[in-house]
């Protein structure tokens, strides 16, 4: 891809190789985003943040601060309860584990060391689905899997779990401790302390009340407006080619499906 970028657009290409690669990919990380430590975290934020825009500074402050304040009271109860109760992980990750560990049952597992550590995984080949088997070699000390899901997710894929069983090891082991529920409500420790009312906080105000435009405000029923400024790669392919609308029920031009003189005849 920035192959192509470069022959497209030189100066994008030259701008883009001057970032560090660390900074905006995965691959030259060294395994440090993953999870909902990065990304999902902040959409998890964006979500509790939806409908604060165009407002004064000191309204978003309290909004931002009083909603994050409610969504830590619920999560951090959500995980400290499931905690009491014996549970190991989310019962969302506790699934998707589950999902993974039912994929293992059907591969050879080849062990090719003595400490059991290395292995050779296969998958049993399906011909009648057009399916070609692969082989992918398995390192349960380092953590490491030719399918690259162990290092990226920091969690076991199916070959290491297919591993595990042959070895008779249990692979919670292999997973990383970010997924686990102490480390969960580690993150659910601090809570937001309530604020009193502003009439007792000390000192008088010297500043000006500035209330918001209703007129510019979101509606809060219907279908939310897009307020994104629209391009050329907005625009659909047959008007950035030139090409003329065609009818929806014979792929002519000249007229749509409402008035199409083969659907009448029909």
């Not at 701008?15 to 690669?21: D, E, F, L, N, R």
């Not at 995980?79 to 050879?108: M, W």
């Not at 049993?124 to 070609?132: A, F, K, N, S, V």
Request: proline share 6%; glycine share 6%.
């Amino acid at each position: 891809m920035l192959h192509e970028l470069n022959e497209r657009n030189s100066d994008g290409y030259n701008y883009i190789a001057g970032i560090p690669k660390e900074k905006w990919t995965n691959a030259y990380d060294g395994g440090f985003r993953y999870g909902h430590m990065t990304t999902n975290l902040a959409e998890a934020i964006n979500s509790s943040l939806k409908g604060i825009r165009n407002l004064p500074i000191s309204a978003i402050v309290k909004a931002t601060y009083f909603r994050l304040g409610k969504l830590f009271a619920t999560l951090g109860k959500e995980s400290f309860t499931l905690k009491d109760v014996g549970h190991i992980f989310h019962p969302r990750i506790q699934n998707e584990i589950q999902a993974i560990v039912v994929k293992s049952n059907g591969l050879y597992v080849l062990p090719m060391s003595r400490s059991d550590t290395i292995f050779r995984v296969s998958e049993i080949p399906r011909p009648l689905q057009g399916y070609d088997p692969t082989s992918y070699r398995v390192n349960l000390e380092d953590k490491w899997c030719d399918c690259g899901y162990f290092q990226a997710l920091k969690s076991p894929c199916q070959h290491a779990i297919a591993a595990c069983s042959n070895s008779r090891r249990d692979y919670k082991n292999l997973v990383d401790p970010v997924y686990f529920l102490h480390s969960v409500c580690k993150v659910y420790e601090m809570e937001f302390p309530a604020i009193g009312s502003e009439t007792e906080w000390h000192g008088n105000q010297t500043w000006p009340t500035i209330l918001p435009d209703p007129q510019i405000r979101r509606n809060k029923s219907g279908r939310p407006t897009s307020t994104r400024i629209h391009n050329a790669m907005d625009m659909p392919q047959r008007e950035r080619t030139g090409q003329p609308k065609l009818c929806g029920h014979c792929r002519r031009a000249g007229h749509i499906i409402t008035n199409c003189p083969s659907r009448r005849q029909h």
